[in-house]
C-alpha cells in the first residue's frame, strides 16, 4: 500500500500558569498522520453515505411508474444531507498534493450530485426518468472521484 504521510496541524496551548507574565502559547509540531488512519477515517464516512445511497435507490425502484415529485425529494432528502456530512468530514481530513486535489475533485462531483438529488421539487415539468438520468450521470462522476481518492489512499475500489 502506498505510504503517505499526511499532515495534521494541531494547535495546542501550553504553559498556563497563574504568574503575572501571563501564559505563554505555542503551536505544537504538526503531528504526522499515517496513511492507514486516513484511510480509516475515509472509509467511515464514506460508508455513511454509500449507506444513505443504497437506500435511496432501494426508494426508487419502489417508485410507480409515474412518482409524484415531493416523493423524488422526500426520498432523496436524506441522501443529498449524508453526502453533505461526508463532503463535511472529509474536508476536515487535512491533506496535500495528489489526494488533497482529488478530494476537492469529489467534493465537487457530490455537489453536482446535491443539486440534481435537490431539484426534484423544483417548480418545472417533471419527468422522473429524465432525472432519475441526471441523477445517474451524476453519481458517475462522484464514482469516478471517489475511485480517485480511493487509489490515492491505497484503498480497494468500492463496490458498485
Given at each position: 500500500m502506498?505510504?503517505?504521510?499526511?499532515?495534521?496541524a494541531?494547535?495546542?496551548?501550553?504553559?498556563?500558569?497563574?504568574?503575572?507574565?501571563?501564559?505563554?502559547?505555542?503551536?505544537?509540531?504538526?503531528?504526522?498522520?499515517?496513511?492507514?488512519?486516513?484511510?480509516?477515517?475515509?472509509?467511515?464516512?464514506?460508508?455513511?453515505?454509500?449507506?444513505?445511497a443504497?437506500?435511496?435507490?432501494?426508494?426508487?425502484n419502489?417508485?410507480?411508474?409515474?412518482?409524484?415529485?415531493?416523493?423524488?425529494a422526500?426520498?432523496?432528502?436524506?441522501?443529498?444531507?449524508?453526502?453533505r456530512?461526508?463532503?463535511?468530514?472529509?474536508?476536515?481530513?487535512r491533506?496535500t498534493g495528489?489526494?488533497?486535489?482529488?478530494?476537492?475533485?469529489l467534493?465537487?462531483?457530490d455537489?453536482?450530485?446535491?443539486r440534481?438529488?435537490?431539484?426534484?421539487?423544483?417548480?418545472?415539468v417533471?419527468?422522473?426518468?429524465?432525472?432519475?438520468?441526471?441523477?445517474t450521470?451524476?453519481?458517475?462522476?462522484?464514482?469516478?472521484?471517489?475511485?480517485?481518492?480511493?487509489?490515492?489512499?491505497?484503498l480497494?475500489?468500492?463496490?458498485?
Open positions: 502506498k505510504r503517505l504521510l499526511i499532515v495534521c494541531v494547535l495546542a496551548v501550553a504553559g498556563c500558569s497563574s504568574s503575572s507574565r501571563g501564559a505563554a502559547t505555542t503551536l505544537a509540531t504538526p503531528t504526522p498522520v499515517s496513511a492507514a488512519a486516513l484511510s480509516s477515517a475515509y472509509e467511515k464516512a464514506a460508508t455513511q453515505a454509500t449507506t444513505a443504497e437506500v435511496f435507490q432501494m426508494k426508487a419502489a417508485w410507480p411508474a409515474f412518482p409524484q415529485s415531493f416523493q423524488i422526500t426520498d432523496a432528502d436524506p441522501y443529498v444531507a449524508s453526502l456530512t461526508f463532503d463535511d468530514t472529509i474536508l476536515r481530513i491533506t495528489q489526494l488533497a486535489t482529488d478530494i476537492r475533485s467534493i465537487a462531483a455537489a453536482t450530485l446535491e440534481v438529488l435537490s431539484s426534484a421539487d423544483a417548480p418545472r417533471f419527468s422522473a426518468s429524465s432525472w432519475m438520468s441526471e441523477v450521470t451524476a453519481r458517475t462522476g462522484t464514482q469516478a472521484a471517489a475511485a480517485a481518492v480511493r487509489a490515492d489512499l491505497g480497494p475500489p468500492a463496490k458498485p
